[in-house]
């Protein structure tokens, strides 16, 4: 089996865009706590957007569904899961909830992560929550003409216990340092869990939330306000591209995490682009006189159709109501197009119609 000495990866020498991206996301890292001060109501309902838009991003990646009204219900804890489906969703929740408020108590060990999964499967029939995988497992694709590809085969089933603990010892170890960056390490930790594939089922999901983790440990909190799991799933085949990159020669320990680790980075710059924008239209709302005004400073940034629902969550200042009035006076006004109607209703800008 092979070794994971992440202390390793202060020898390396990264290229000039991997630093970029590690410059920015502690820049962002830096003024996190200013937008934390302020705005506490709006910012709170960012987290309930953020939570939503988790759960349900990183279970539709593993093909795991259910209508948004349902998804909000079983989120909100006003509802029981009818199918295997919502049994999961209703698991990824709690394990979600428990990362974001207990972060800080849930240190990066075997133990730990094995608790972990046991909730997530806690609403299933599967027996094994909580446990290592007991038969091989591998990671593969389907073509379109039906063929199943192996894109990868993971550790062994009697490997498994071992590589988790050691990812995990070495992982801290090199925190502990202080000699490599935590956003090197971050990828580098899940690169590993992932190729080391330690569960029968749950491995993608139990991925994302260790992400989350590990992120809000080393005082990246974004992921707390924006959902990590939807820029994932919104990026998904590079998400898989990046991982096959990256997992090439893992087994022989010479395998290049460079395409994961700026996935990754990516993906997380890019939510702190996002709560930075968030924060401005909350921010720039105490100023504003009306909920129209707030409206339309978020459409008049937006490039093609949009729902209500977009709306609502780039407004988190406004309720329901208002943000409907606003579309309404905007449609009015000449500044906005309404397309569709009912359920299926959208909006665009005016003058992106020639």
Known sequence: MRSFDYSSLADRTWDNEILSYISKIHEYKGKQ??????????????????????????????????TNSRLKQLVASKTTPKNRDEEEILGYRNVLNLVHENYDMIPVRSNYILQMHRDLLQYTSYSFGGQFKTTPNEIDM???NGEKVILFKPLEPYETPDAINLICENYQKAINMGVVDELILIPCFILDFLCVHPFNDGNGRMSRLLTLLLLCRNGYLVGQ????????????????????KADRGWH???????????????????????????FNIVHDSGSKSTSYDIVKAYVVERIGKFTKQEVLIGCPSLGSSSVESALKKLVDDGTLIRIGAGRKTMYVRADSVE
């Open 33 to 66: 706590e200013l937008f934390l001060r302020q705005k506490p109501v709006e910012l709170n309902r960012l987290i309930e957007i953020a939570k939503i838009q988790s759960t349900e991003a990183s279970n539709r990646i593993e093909g795991i569904v259910t």
């Open 142 to 144: 389907v073509l379109e």
């Open 225 to 244: 306000y924006i959902s990590i799991e939807k820029a994932i799933a919104d990026t998904k085949d590079a998400y898989y591209d990046a991982l096959q």
């Open 252 to 278: 022989e320990g010479n395998n290049d995490p460079k395409p994961f680790i700026k996935y990754m980075l990516g993906v997380i710059l890019s939510c702190y682009r996002e709560f930075e924008n968030r």
